[in-house]
């Protein structure tokens, strides 16, 4: 949603990790706006639960038009890759593996490679068993990005909805075997962001920082 005009001209390829809406909201008006203008279609990746999920309850003719339906004058304007965990598959340069997560829907994180560097990322989930079990075992890992959306304070919130706090984010941490590789916080909810990195820098992890928004990272 906060893409410009320039930054939706390049992007074609969207790799889904589940189907909240905080993840999704901004799919329908995207695929809209550069209807007319595609030259090859957006393809979404995702786990074929996700896809049903889009179908049904988002791209079903109520809500939004059935992309996957339609056809501007070059060809269709969405096609649906559907991935399966522990399957490598490549999107553009970069490989992805993805991996089971701990959420409330059918959720995946990813190991993303490319030639060089290897990421971890998380994406919404609460305590992780498969996750780290791949994680771990990689070769190597250059950065891991992992969520931790809602204070402490806020623990049995966290509980129900499967997100993390900084006391959950440091148990998981603990599980981790990359030891020295850089950690980038993700998905902090927007209303209690200045509360969540105070308590994430009393956890004092070294190697521990926020992932910016809207800063461009190179790995
Ligand atoms: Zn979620």
């Not at 969405?78 to 965990?85: D, G, Q, R």
């Not at 996750?131 to 509980?159: G, H, K, Q, T, Y």
Request: net charge negative.
């Amino acid at each position: 949603m906060a893409a410009s005009f320039e930054q939706k001209q390049k992007i074609r390829n969207i790799v889904l990790t589940h189907a909240h809406l905080d993840h999704i909201a901004g799919l329908p008006l995207f695929i809209d706006d550069l209807f007319a203008s595609l030259t090859e279609p957006i393809r979404i990746y995702a786990e074929s639960e996700v896809i049903e999920v889009l179908e049904r309850d988002i791209f079903n003719w109520d809500i939004y038009p059935r992309f996957s339906a339609l056809s501007n004058e070059n060809g269709a304007v969405l096609e649906y890759k559907p991935f399966e965990k522990g399957k490598e598959f490549c999107v553009g340069d970069l490989r992805f593996t993805a991996t089971g997560v701990n959420h409330k829907v059918p959720a995946v994180g990813f190991l993303v490679s490319d030639a060089q560097t290897s990421l971890a990322i998380s994406s919404d989930t609460a305590e992780m068993n498969e996750f780290w079990e791949v994680v771990n075992n990689a070769e190597r890992i250059d950065s891991l990005l992992i969520e931790c959306a809602f204070p402490n304070e806020l623990r049995d919130l966290a509980r129900v909805s499967h997100h993390l706090t900084p006391d959950g984010l440091k148990s998981e941490i603990a599980k981790f075997k990359h030891k020295n590789c850089p950690i980038y916080v993700i998905n902090l909810k927007p209303m209690y962001r200045e509360e969540i990195i105070a308590q994430l820098e009393n956890l004092q992890i070294e190697n521990l920082q926020v992932l910016q928004v809207g800063k461009v990272y190179n790995w």
